[in-house]
């Protein structure tokens, strides 16, 4: 659960004729790599992903399409979360699988530069040209070479809530971040702490951070503190951590005050405004607390559970925070061929289109017919990932070296855990930051 993002009705009659229809969803005719239209039957294509249970189950829908289209057969491997590890391991032991779904920019970058991944051919990159924002080609980007096609994203600039819970204190969904600690302080009143922190997974409070920061300082900045060419201690960051610091020291505002959110796990955050003994009005992560609280909580989306887009930051624009899982292709991989193909295959909406019509799915393929999607919430959300183009900005901790964004007890994580415990001092835990990030990126 710790990267969801890393971690129904349809256009067409069914999720398969979604993928097989020849244009019917958008989808077009795929063509294998190298293969002039033919088919590949009797090759295998070993596919390696953090993906386990319904995520598996449903992108395992996207690769029967796949092989009902082309004759190959595809084999799933679940990684876990050590993505890393476990494909060094496998090549280690001439045993590469042949396609990768990569959770992290950080990580796909340190297999482009370990010299693992094969760069993708042109029918994948032209596709990828004329469907996706600039952004997301960017962002598969190394060197100059293009390796990773972004598949499946996350809206992660969404604040969940119980419309009950709002209706009872007589507010609305704020538009500002000023309006929402507002809001939040109404809500309270009523009786009902604002909002549900999972402050026990640093992740959730990088996110925090990142949302502030991108809408207060602006795409241009965010850029340069991703990359660390902007440190830590710049005044932007220390007013990003004010502004998040008056949220988290308002006790009244966060469910069991700051030592019970150091204490509450993501799912748990969620269950605390969705379960059956409401303790919060709130919580803020992405589009996939949504399927949580259908799932485990039995709530309808758009009824009685409910979003509204991470609200702008003085004066700013609101900001669009996205994570999502990039297709590689390895360089040891045994059938380089078919793993071509199946690249060609995901760039295209028809690929998209299965996963979305089965929910828990976000394309960036701004051609991906909508009405794929199952409801209106996820049409809603997938629009504005597509809408904001090439303003959206990837995970920052996604960005960094797992040593500085992707550790618990580690870097950013545990650092922004030490604010929430104590929030009085935004300078300190810039440069306590900074220090992390220097150490982390070697420089």
Partial sequence: MMRLQRRTVAACSSALALALGATACGGGDIAPAGSGGGKLDGSKVVVAGVWSGTEQKNFRKVLDAFSEKTGA???????????????????????????????????????????????????????????????????????????????????????????????????KPPKSY???????????????????????????LTDWFENIYLSQAGPEKYDRLAAHKLPWTDPSVVKALTTLGKLFSDKDLVAGGRSGALSTDFPSSVGQVFGAEPEAAMVFEGDFVGSIAKEEHGRKVGEDAAFFPFPAVDGGKAPVVSGGDAAVVLKDGRNRKAAMALMDYLATPGAAEVWAAEGGFLSPNKKADPAAYGDDTARTIAKSLVDAGDTVRFDMSDQAPAAFGGTKGMGEWKILQDFLRDPADPKGTAAALEAAAAKAFKN
């Fill in 73 to 171: 057969k595809v084999e799933f491997i679940s990684t876990g979360d050590n993505v890393s590890t476990v494909v060094g391991s496998k090549i280690e032991g001439g045993n590469a699988p042949d396609v990768v779904m990569v959770p992290q920019v950080g990580v796909l970058q340190q297999f482009a530069r370990k010299g693992w991944l094969q760069p993708l051919g042109k029918k994948t990159e032209q596709t990828v040209t004329d469907n996706f924002a600039p952004v997301w080609k960017n962002y598969g980007t190394v060197d100059g070479d293009f390796y990773g096609l972004y598949f499946k994203a996350a809206h992660k600039s969404t604040v969940w809530y119980s419309p009950d819970a709002l209706d009872q204190a007589g507010v």
């Fill in 178 to 204: 000023a309006e929402m600690l507002k809001s939040s302080a109404t809500v309270a009143d009523s009786g009902l702490p604002a909002f549900a922190v999972a402050g026990e997974d640093g992740w959730t």
